[in-house]
T-cell receptor
């Protein structure tokens, strides 16, 4: 079956613009995670969804970052008034509620100029 | 807070040898620890999970050990192949809902 998909694969935006990143998890996976990976760095946890609710938003770097999930499926990560330090690869992962391994998408490479 | 240390220097080995990668953590012992493989431009791919009450876990040419006294996990690839060349990430749970903390990864290069 299909894996986790993310769109767009690449996004170049000007500083100050808003961007939306999309994640389509594996069908039936109730847990969904967003991470950020900067060059040469480990993955940084941003937010977690269980169904449509986000019990943990502690990783969001600032109030410019927000995320939502609808229908227990697709999730959107929105970054408002983008800054150059937001440039990174944004990765989405999903997992079935009862298992521990996470399935990652290919990521969205965001470049803020 | 929990910190994960993986060797930031690339590991270069000859084909056929065993590669050993190290993951050290500094604080509480996690309920479980995971290893992922990441190729350039791709998302991480799950390889193995080992729980705190397990000493060792194997899958084909892969072996993971977990020493909660040393606060260390070792990841071994036996009979390594050039196709094993990638970055390997160690990840620890933070409890509860599978919120993972990732190390920066170690890049492995297997030379023919």
């Amino acid at each position: 079956g299909a894996g986790v998909s993310q769109s767009p694969s690449n996004k170049v935006t000007e500083k100050g613009k808003d961007v939306e990143l999309r994640c389509d998890p594996i069908s039936g996976h109730t847990a969904l995670y967003w991470y950020r990976q900067s060059l040469g760095q480990g993955l940084e946890f941003l937010i977690y969804f269980q169904g449509n609710s986000a019990p943990d938003k502690s990783g969001l770097p600032s109030d410019r970052f927000s995320a939502e999930r609808t229908g227990g499926s697709v999730s959107t990560l929105t970054i408002q008034r983008t800054q150059q330090e937001d440039s990174a690869v944004y990765l989405c992962a999903s997992s079935p509620v009862v298992t521990d391994e996470q399935y990652f998408g290919p990521g969205t490479r965001l470049t803020v100029t | 807070s929990q910190k994960i240390e993986q060797n930031s220097e690339a590991l270069n080995i000859q084909e056929g040898k065993t590669a050993t990668l190290t993951c050290n953590y500094t604080n509480y012992s996690p309920a479980y620890l995971q290893w992922y493989r990441q190729d350039p431009g791709r998302g991480p791919v799950f390889l193995l999970l080992i729980r705190e009450n397990e000493k060792e876990k194997r899958k084909e040419r892969l072996k993971v050990t977990f020493d909660t006294t040393l606060k260390q996990s070792l990841f071994h690839i036996t009979a390594s192949q050039p196709a094993d060349s990638a970055t390997y990430l160690c990840a620890l749970d933070r409890g509860g809902y599978n919120k993972l903390i990732f190390g920066a990864g170690t890049r492995l290069a297997v030379h023919p």
